[in-house]
């Protein structure tokens, strides 16, 4: 969803906002989703979009550290905030131990989902750990995956939690 | 586990290639291209199930700035030709399905205009400009609708809204049901369902003025499939369009394996327009145009003797196949599903493939074969009740027994061969299920519970699928110039694996560890001939093209490396990228060197004595026929009597796909396909009311299963390897998702027993639930 190049009529809103430790700022249209400033403004393309109505998950990003439904946002809501995208969770071409995590235990298969389960994991790890399948289960209910069966991102997130936790 | 060099990877439970840019946000899903100056396209769609469209002014949509154009059906006349349906049949009244009809519709969602403009935001600002001029017309919104007498026609001017009959015959069904001692009838429902995939459909392309070379980008399962419809279609030649599904897909499911309108227009408007054009659909437009399936009425009637083996099964089916026929692989799977891994002397399925108004029906995981396991398998746990025996056993008695294959079922499969079982081991799958459940004591628990007022059931559901399906698929192997082995398939992946599973069957036949090997999916401009990722083929048939295209590259490696290093290829061995003599690395050739001289070669210098120029290889493996995968399920539900709520307490799988090639991928489709049957069961259900109108086109309205209500499964396999490909490898895309709706609705009946509430429909819901425990409740009453 490329944007016009030239603003019609609409003037536009100045933005600035950090994103994965960067501070940006961007003119921006009053409509602009979050999802699409991020995908498609600065070229953060590990966002996807798998609904538009925010109930799949797979756009969510943390926002001054709540995890957030990037289609459920616009762009100029994020002024003055602090963004996290799957971009930014891996240092240098290390994968972090969630990420590590769902690669052993085959959290993932097509993918599309996965950035929006890492970010939501991301922020529920960080208030403390999971402690049991249930809870993990609670957890990553709010997040829709329609290839793995959520088998191996139970024990992914009961490994990460063990992992991050210890 | 790291891809070191195993003695054999295939059976090699190793991580993914794929994951680490998966995890990190660097996937290439078709909406991440970046293609400079694109445009971006939304599709105006009908609103009404049935109308002529009388007229459509777009003047407002082309005046609003950043719109670049407006293109009714009418203004691409040019290629408002019919999509062929995919699997045809003589007597098949078909109705042409054009990219973007001109003059009337026949579903909601049916793409009727296309704005291309500036970007997204504009283009749909311009849909709401367009006015369109309806004649609404009557509806059919189900199949009892379509074929009532008197009824709306789906078409106008027809005369009937079947599309075709079809019919499987073995023995004399309605002789033996005259004379059989026992017979019992069902009446069975299953709704629609769609695939889902998280990533939607999506199209890009662009015309290469200099080169008048189409590329177009299509999330397809099968990119050959769209480049032969597109090439038909345009009037070009197959090597001026050149397909791309991307690298990563987001999920297929079976909707992606079907060609589409969208598909024909995006890339068309791109050429006239001569600037790249991407169009993605939302998941509103996914719930109203992406094609579905499922819907099928079953009323079956089976003939059995006192010990409950089966005389006969007669089957009418009314199958849904839609707006449009877009196949009829469907429901020729489903007449040829319904005998299963029994025994049935006689038979006879009959099934009316119905017009309706609704988006058009095609594949989805299962394709056809979880409504006709729903039937028989229903009936084979009312028959056990009829007869007071228990379920497991009726199913022991009628099942094939191992040492029966290959098994001759009578009738005909969708490949047009009889219908013959390859391999399997049935007794063995079912005995496996109900060790791991513990079935003896499981029962007597179960009466013990209730004794004290708890409801609860144990459904079993045993079943075959024909998957691996011809003509054939390809692969080519080369030892690039880079002295690298590049394993190219037709075949394009949406999440399965490809990158990691063919490296692995390529190391085995090279003898080549994997790190030299990788794999490229889905570019019609790689390799001339494929088929596509559907019916749960592609180990079956691309990984035999591997196999073969592999070994064949390894006697072209050794032959070109005896031939520099004199001596006999048996005295070559492969120690990492060098190919040794006698296993001595000084007494070697590495794969780059190997490549300089047999590909590189110096300009105008003839070639050492016996090398072959080109070290590439291809294979094209046409099995001759389906093989078969089976499998075993088992559900422990409880249901609570006042509120309809089920709870899946324990649920058991046992699967054979044959060899397994990587168990981690194999156990991931498996699973996978479960949840997708769990969504079947109890929560998926793509509503139409009687007019036609979607009644559930979000996720507010149609539930996808999330992680609290897919029960854990307790997974084992047994593998009886196919001998219809040298890898004895079968299909395990869609065993999963087959038998779960009828074990969990066996076990929701199973549960309510004591009440004698009758479990006929899927998804089995709540309500639905109380409603079947009312009616028991009237029934009752004397009268």
């Known amino acids: 969803m490329r944007e016009p190049k030239v603003n019609i009529e609409a003037p536009g809103h100045l933005i600035s906002v950090t994103v994965n ?18 995908r498609e403004r600065l070229r953060l393309t590990g966002t996807h979009l798998g609904c538009e109505h925010g109930v799949c998950g797979a756009c969510t990003v943390i926002v001054d550290g709540a995890s957030v439904r990037s289609c459920l946002m616009l762009a100029v809501q994020v002024d003055g905030c602090d963004v996290e995208t799957v971009e930014g969770l891996s240092g240098e071409g290390e994968l972090n131990p969630l990420q590590q995590a769902f690669k052993k235990n085959y959290a993932l298969q097509c993918g599309f989902c996965t950035p929006g389960f890492l970010m939501t994991l991301t922020a529920a790890l960080r208030e403390g750990p999971i402690k049991d399948e249930a809870e993990a289960r609670d957890v990553l209910s709010g997040n829709i995956c329609r290839c793995t069966g959520y088998t191996g991102l139970v024990q992914a997130v009961l490994d990460a939690s063990k992992e991050t936790q210890a | 586990m790291s891809e070191v060099a195993a003695k054999s990877m295939i059976g090699a439970g190793i991580e993914r290639r794929e994951d680490d840019r998966l995890l990190t946000g660097h996937g290439r899903y078709l909406d991440d291209l970046e293609l400079p100056g694109a445009l971006s396209a939304a599709f105006l769609r009908s609103t009404y199930a049935h109308a002529n469209v009388l007229s459509i002014d777009a003047d407002a ?28 049949h003589p007597q098949l009244i078909d109705y042409p399905r054009l990219p973007m009809p001109p003059k009337a519709v026949h579903y909601v969602g049916e793409p009727i205009a296309i704005v291309v403009a500036e970007s997204r935001y504009v283009a749909e600002d311009a849909l709401e400009l367009i006015e369109v001029d ?31 009959k079809l019919s499987q015959k073995a023995g004399d069904a309605d002789k033996a049901i005259r004379a059989a001692p026992h017979t019992l009838t069902g009446e069975f429902f299953v709704t629609r369902g769609g695939g889902h995939s998280m990533e939607t459909r999506a199209v890009a392309a662009r ?62 408007v791109a050429k006239l327009l001569e600037r790249p054009v ?91 074969r979880p409504q006709a396991v729903f039937a028989m398998e229903r009936m084979i746990d009312r028959i056990a009740e009829y007869l007071d025996l228990d379920p497991a056993l009726v199913r022991e008695r009628n099942l094939i027994q191992a040492d029966e294959f290959p098994y001759e079922v009578g009738i005909t499969f969708r490949d047009g061969s009889p219908l013959t079982y390859d391999s399997g081991d049935f007794p063995a799958l079912l005995s496996g299920t109900l060790e791991r459940l513990e079935y003896a004591r499981t029962r007597a628990w179960q009466a013990e519970q209730r004794e004290r007022g708890r409801m609860i059931g144990i459904g079993l559901a045993v079943y075959v699928e024909g998957c691996g399906l011809g003509p054939y698929e390809g692969a080519k192997i080369r030892l690039t110039n880079k002295g690298r082995i590049l394993v190219t398939l037709a075949a394009a992946g949406q999440g399965q694996g490809y990158e990691t599973v063919y490296a692995q069957i390529a190391s085995d036949a090279l003898g080549l560890n994997m790190d030299h090997i990788y794999v490229t999916t889905g570019d019609t401009s790689k390799i001339p001939f494929g088929q596509g990722t559907f019916a749960s083929r592609i180990t079956a048939t691309a990984g035999p093209a ?59 210098i003839t070639l050492p004595k016996g090398v072959q120029a080109g070290l590439e290889t291809s294979s094209y493996f046409a099995p001759a026929r389906a093989a078969y995968a089976s499998g075993a399920h088992a559900a422990v539900v409880e249901v609570d009597p006042d509120t309809g709520g089920i709870t899946v307490l324990r649920y058991i799988i046992g699967h054979d796909c044959g060899t397994v090639i990587n168990p981690r991928l194999v156990d991931g489709q498996v699973i996978g396909g479960f949840a997708h049957g769990i969504g079947n069961a109890m929560y998926e259900e793509a509503a139409y009311d009687s007019d036609a109108q979607p009644q559930a086109a979000s996720y507010l309205d149609y539930s996808l299963v999330s992680a609290t209500e897919v029960p854990s499964v307790e997974l084992f396999h047994i593998q009886t390897p196919s001998p219809l490909n040298p890898l004895g490898v079968k299909g395990a895309g869609e065993g999963g998702t087959i038998p779960a709706p009828a074990a969990i609705a066996n076990a929701i009946e199973d549960a309510l027993r004591p009440l004698g509430a009758r479990i006929n429909r899927a998804p089995v819901t709540p309500a639905r639930i109380v409603d079947a425990i009312q009616d028991a409740a009237v029934v009752d009453q004397p009268a």
Request: proline letters at 6%.
């Open chain 2, 207 to 268: 015309f290469d003025l200099t080169t008048e070379q189409l590329i177009v980008w299509d999330t397809t399962q099968s990119p050959h499939y769209a480049r032969q419809q597109l090439s038909v279609i345009y009037g070009m030649a197959e090597d001026d369009i050149r397909i791309i599904a991307p690298p990563d897909v987001g999920g297929g499911f079976g909707p992606k394996a079907q060609f589409y309108g969208e598909e024909v227009v995006i890339p068309w």
């Open chain 1, 21 to 38: 430790g960067s501070t940006r700022q961007h003119v921006v249209d009053d409509r602009l989703t979050l999802a699409d400033f991020l």
């Open chain 2, 546 to 604: 591997v196999f073969q295209a592999a070994q064949q590259m390894r006697e072209r490696l050794l032959d070109t490396a005896s031939i520099l290093l004199g001596c006999h290829p048996a005295e070559i061995s492969f120690i990492g990228d060098r190919a040794c003599r006698d296993g001595d690395v000084e007494k070697s050739k590495t794969l780059l060197e190997l490549a300089q001289v047999a590909n590189v070669g110096k300009h105008g």
């Open chain 2, 134 to 164: 309806y004649e609404e017309l009557p509806a059919v919104g189900s199949t009892a609708a379509a074929l009532r007498p008197g009824g709306p026609m789906a078409h106008e001017g027809a005369e009937t809204n079947v599309a075709v």
């Open chain 2, 278 to 368: 991407k169009w993605v659909e939302d998941r509103s437009e996914n719930f109203v145009s992406a094609m579905m399936e499922r819907s099928q009425t079953h009323r079956i009637e089976v003939a059995f003797d006192d010990d409950g083996r089966l005389i006969a099964v007669r089957d009418f089916v009314e199958h849904d196949q839609g707006a449009y026929c877009a196949g009829l692989q469907v429901p020729s799977i489903t007449t040829s599903t319904v005998p299963g891994p029994y025994h049935v002397p006689n038979i006879y399925v009959e099934l009316l493939a119905c017009y309706t108004n609704m988006v058009p029906t095609s594949s989805v995981r299962g394709a056809g």
């Open chain 2, 61 to 88: 949509a082309r005046e609003l700035p950043g719109v670049v154009a407006v293109f009714t059906g009418e203004d691409l006349a040019e290629i408002q030709k019919p999509l062929a349906p995919k699997v045809m």
